[in-house]
């Protein structure tokens, strides 16, 4: 019987990368964003309705997202939710953004990062952007309503309505009328 349930996988994650190759030929928009999107929505936790996917996205332990309402995951985004992460509704991520809720350690015996995984939860609030390039690593929170500029690194948490800049550096309110938006890519 244990034969059968690994045949039965292999089956199951060969279908699933043939549907990958062939919903990447379609190309950028709506409908081959939105079919991409139900691919993943297959894979994923929990999702929510209206999920946009762009081309070349490659998610780890699709089992362990959460994903709201009207998300876009942008082209060449590379996500890892082995320890976790959740999107809020009404999100935007631009390409190549990174998301790793894990990370390696480093084990002096053997002098190399093959130990042990160790991490913990991502979340991305509701309302947020995060620009081309940004990383947001294991345990990070981003707050609700955030922009996070392009090639920003986010490695602690970030409260709602924020502008962010570089490493983890807060610049102003999203509502602050007085300053330039920061975001990029999509």
Known sequence: MVW?????????????GIAEGVLNILPEGTYGDLARGQLLKIQVGICGRKLRVSRNVKVLNAKGMVIGDNVYIGYGTWMNAQFGIEIGNNT??????IIASGNHTFTH???????????????????????????VTSAAKVGNCCLVAAN???????????????????ISSVFDSDTTPTGGGN
């Open 4 to 16: 059968l349930k690994k045949v039965m996988w292999l089956i199951k994650i060969s279908m699933i």
């Open 152 to 170: 920003s690194v986010i490695s602690k948490n970030i409260p709602d309505n924020s502008k962010v800049v570089g490493c983890n550096k807060i």
């Open 109 to 135: 015996e053997s002098m190399s990062f093959y130990g042990e995984s160790k991490g913990a939860l991502v979340a991305i609030g509701s309302g947020c952007w995060l620009g081309g390039g940004a990383v």
């Open 92 to 97: 935007m991520f631009g390409p190549y953004v």
